[in-house]
């Protein structure tokens, strides 16, 4: 059984860095395109960040050069460090595997 477990999510002014991390388990990771999602209230689900098998990256353009998405696969664990957060960055942030697995989601708060 597939899982995957966020953490590092919280709240912070905006200007602020958080790090968020998801740790995968019951998958062959190396093998799968990983990403992180977001939910804001009263909108949908967007992608922020996808990091390919080989370390290929794509980021949602409200999020480029802010964000950097990475991952560790000897640790299962994919990473996205998020700096210059802004107030429109407050949201759930959850992660994807390409089977279509998905976290429980870890809550980012940007405010003043």
């Known amino acids: 059984q597939v899982q995957l477990v966020e953490s590092g999510g919280g709240s912070v002014q905006p200007g602020g860095s958080l790090r968020l991390s998801c740790v995968a388990s019951?998958?062959?990771?190396?093998?799968?395109?990983m990403g992180w999602y977001r939910e804001a209230p009263g909108k949908g689900r967007e992608l922020v960040a996808a990091i390919s098998q080989l370390h290929m990256t794509v980021y949602a353009d409200s999020v480029k050069g802010r964000f950097t998405i990475s991952r560790d696969n000897a640790k299962n664990t994919v990473f996205l460090q998020m700096n210059s957060l802004r107030l429109e960055d407050t949201a759930t942030y959850y992660c994807?595997?390409?089977?279509?697995?998905w976290g429980q989601g870890t809550q980012v708060t940007v405010s003043s």
């Open positions: 994807n595997d390409d089977e279509d697995n």
């Open positions: 019951g998958s062959t990771f190396e093998l799968l395109r």
